[in-house]
């Protein structure tokens, strides 16, 4: 059932939330570190659990400790990687990406934010980022709209290859959460649509994730709906696993926000 509020109900939701937001950005640090330098420093070999080439088109999914770092790199030119997570212990846990824009009021991932769950805990820092150019709004493709953009082009999805991912995991598609699409630069305009801006990558980017809890992480290779490349052309990314090294408790992921606070906090009561 529909229900008309009044402009004056209206007015008054929207200076409560106003309101929430001035309190909850008073507590953000005033400016968040500056994007990583490229090219990424090189992982020491003794530091590395394992290094996966993804070919384009193509998913890899793997199990991920606590405070082991994932490494994504465009090493082999441009590529958006999508991807989705699992709790390890409690696979029902998921990945919630409107927590994670909603609790930290903002669309922008980058360098310093935190990747919630569907339970208020934590599950990933973005510990490094060159380009801060991802998507946590659209999602990743589909056969349809491969269909829309390639014709009848045979090629692979995001969204069939997390399907298949799930199944290796003893899950099925409903336990699917919304993908993050990882160099995927896209921004919503002053009218509310959705845009590409390719200036905000700078070639050969890489990303880092620090595991809070044990994973599973599912990605998937594949082109982004808005990408203005017209050839499905996806090149092979680089996910290396990097072994566990524990946070500072000053860690600015940690510390960078009152919601990031209460995340860790609900980290900590689970595994208490």
Not at 106 to 133: H, Q
Request: with cysteine; charged share 25%.
């Amino acid at each position: 059932m529909h229900i008309k509020r009044s402009a004056e109900e209206i007015a008054a939701n929207r200076a409560r939330y106003e309101e929430h937001q001035r309190k909850g950005l008073q507590f953000a640090p005033k400016a968040l570190p500056e994007k990583s330098r490229l090219p990424a420093p090189a992982a020491g070999a003794d530091t590395v659990v394992h290094r996966e080439v993804i070919p384009g088109g193509w998913y890899w999914w793997t199990s991920v400790k606590k405070n082991e770092t994932l490494r994504i790199a465009l090493d082999d030119g441009f590529s958006t990687m999508s991807l989705v997570a699992w709790n390890a212990v409690d696979p029902s846990e998921r990945l919630n990406l409107p927590d994670t824009v909603k609790v930290q009021w903002t669309t922008g991932l980058g360098k310093g934010r935190v990747v919630f769950s569907d339970m208020g805990k934590v599950m990933f820092s973005i510990c490094e980022d060159s380009s801060g150019a991802h998507d946590c709004l659209m999602g990743g493709s589909t056969a349809a709209s491969n269909a829309a953009r390639y014709g009848d082009a045979k090629t692979r999805n995001t969204r069939d290859n997390f399907v298949i991912v799930a199944n290796k995991l003893g899950l099925d598609k409903r336990d699917l959460p919304a993908a993050l699409s990882l160099f995927a630069p896209v921004r919503v305009d002053k009218d509310g649509k959705f845009t590409w801006k390719s200036d905000l990558l700078n070639g050969a980017d890489y990303v880092e994730l620090r595991a809070e809890m044990d994973l599973f992480v599912g990605f998937s290779n594949c082109p982004h709906p808005l990408d203005p490349n017209e050839n499905y052309a996806p090149n092979p990314v680089t996910v290396t696993r990097i072994a566990a090294v524990a946070p500072a408790a000053a860690d600015l992921c940690r510390t960078a926000t009152a919601e990031a606070v209460r995340g860790f906090e609900n980290n900590a009561f689970a595994q208490a």
